[in-house]
């Protein structure tokens, strides 16, 4: 008799394409197919993609070539593997990809996973498929939720996608090209999705959204609602310990948000808020709609209503134009804004954008070396902040095992990964722990389970050396 068909699945790129690559899994669940984590054993493996810098597109021709000889492999030895290409390369390049490399039988962009199975199908019958459309059903409705099975399996702590696509039309970037315009699912579908995860033992939700805090879903009172009322209500579900989200913009931050991260306990402390640049000539050319003395004031207000809140961001180095003064800004910035860690990039053209068709296009040399500066200075706060919590008891849900025998990890509120000594049952609980030290790279934080009750998240953290005393965020946890 024949098993179950396998199906792998890679994700590259952000959070929405782990949770969209979920999604694929479970609405293939019903077609007989089960997850393998090797692509060799599988009949179907599908490279859930990034288009957002060019390396990602690099990377899955490569795969794909790859795939193609272990294809040819396994029709050799008369066994059938189908390849699918998903996410925003497949929106972006389209029957490019079928035309480029003929190992791929299928290509699904991302507004049609629902549609995975009637195209693997197609796929079948006619050789290959295509949908990179935008249709007009909404694709949560028809994907399959996650058997109670694959959620106990993913762990305690899950990704909900709230909000999908983008207006903004930042001038470096393609999601408004390849996720579509903004739109926001009803709160009711989301306030299900997360009580079948809270069933299910998930303590920490994520809230995902390509512009995550411009969520206006409609509500249950007829009104849209905001991230800010969504996420109390959310907070009510039983077994719902901790919320997160991202990725933000400071453009969107609305009263509700900052009130939400004053007064309400589940949603942890560390705020991801893209600022690319500290420079305003900058800004201005890559159409961010906001200066940095908006960023710096919307930072301000978040620490007035929350003096622990700590600060992540993304930051683009050597965008058309960007001058040694204007990189500099953006150095001073990170020092502004106190910011504890974050995503940096050289900037990368893509094809469509109208950045990649501005004058004065950055040396590749130049913008290695900001990037290595710039990074230099991140590890440099970052560690600092590490450091200020030793000694500190901060509360950890504990997520699985550690890498070392009766050792088991979680995170702490501000999402750095704690490793302690302790049982297993810990683990989907939430425990007190004093951080003892710091990894050598200062990734990750020990510590041991405290007797004591933890102290909140917000309560005050030990202050470290300041090394500028210019700004005004003194009343920063972070510091
Ligand atoms: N080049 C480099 N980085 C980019 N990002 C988006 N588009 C580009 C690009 N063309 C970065 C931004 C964004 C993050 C998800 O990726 O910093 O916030
Ligand atoms: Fe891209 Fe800008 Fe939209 Fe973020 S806000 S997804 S960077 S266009």
Redesign the pocket.
């Known amino acids: 008799m024949n098993g179950p068909r396998k199906v792998y699945i890679k994700s590259y790129g ?1 959070q929405m394409n782990v949770y969209d690559s979920h999604r694929m899994a479970d609405t293939l669940a019903p077609e007989g197919y089960v997850e393998t984590d090797r692509a060799e054993n599988a009949d179907l493996v599908v490279l859930n993609t990034c288009h ?2 060019e390396k990602a597109v690099d990377k899955v021709y490569s795969e794909l070539g790859r795939l193609r000889e272990m294809k040819d492999e396994a029709a050799l030895a008369g066994r059938r593997v189908s390849i699918a290409v998903a996410g925003c390369v497949a929106q972006a390049e389209g029957k490019e990809i079928l035309r480029r490399e003929r190992a791929v039988d299928l290509v699904v962009g991302p507004q049609s996973y629902h549609r995975l199975p009637d195209l693997l199908r197609k796929a079948e019958r006619e050789g290959h498929a295509l949908d990179t459309e935008f249709p007009a059903e909404d694709k949560f409705d028809f994907l399959a939720p996650a058997s109670r099975e694959a959620t106990r399996k993913r762990g305690v702590t899950a990704f909900v996608t709230i909000q999908e696509g983008c207006d903004k039309f930042c001038t ?3 999601v408004p090209y390849t996720r579509g315009a903004e739109i926001s699912r009803p709160v009711a579908k989301v306030i299900a999705d997360v009580e079948r995860l809270a069933d299910t033992g998930v303590r920490e939700v994520t809230l995902l959204g390509q512009n995550v805090n411009a969520y206006h879903g409609d509500g249950p009172d007829g009104k849209a609602w905001t991230l800010g009322q969504l996420l109390w209500r959310l907070a009510e579900i039983p077994g719902i310990a901790r919320l997160r989200y991202t ?1 933000s913009h400071p453009r969107d931050v609305d009263d509700t948000l900052i009130a939400a991260h004053r007064d309400l306990p589940a949603l942890m402390p560390q705020l991801h808020l ?1 600022v ?1 640049s500290g420079s305003d000539r900058i800004l201005a050319a890559m159409n961010r709609q906001h200066t940095t003395k908006d960023y710096l004031a919307v930072i301000e207000k978040f620490r007035v209503a929350q003096p622990a809140l700590c600060f992540t961001s ?3 180095v050597g965008f058309p134009g960007e001058s040694d003064d204007d990189f500099q800004a953006t150095l001073r910035l990170i020092e502004d804004a106190n910011i504890t860690t974050a ?1 940096s ?6 094809p469509g ?1 109208p ?1 990649a068709e501005m004058d004065d296009q950055i040396d590749e040399d130049v913008k290695a070396d900001r990037l290595g500066q710039l990074q230099t200075l991140v590890n440099r706060q970052h560690e600092r902040f590490q450091q200020s919590c030793v000694g500190r008891t901060l509360d950890v849900l504990f997520e699985k095992p550690g890498k070392f025998d009766g050792q088991i990890t979680g995170r702490s509120p501000y999402l750095q990964p704690v490793q302690v000594m302790g049982h297993p049952s810990l683990i989907g609980n939430i425990a007190p722990v004093t951080i003892t030290g710091t990894r050598t790279d200062a990734k990750s934080l020990f510590g041991v389970v405290a007797q004591p009750a933890a102290q909140p998240h917000n309560a005050a953290v030990r202050p470290v050396v300041r090394r500028r005393r210019t700004n005004s965020w003194r009343r920063c946890g972070c510091r």
């Open positions: 952000c957002i810098r470096f970037c393609v990725t893209p690319q993304d930051f683009i995503f990039f050289k900037y990368s053209p893509r954008t950045a």
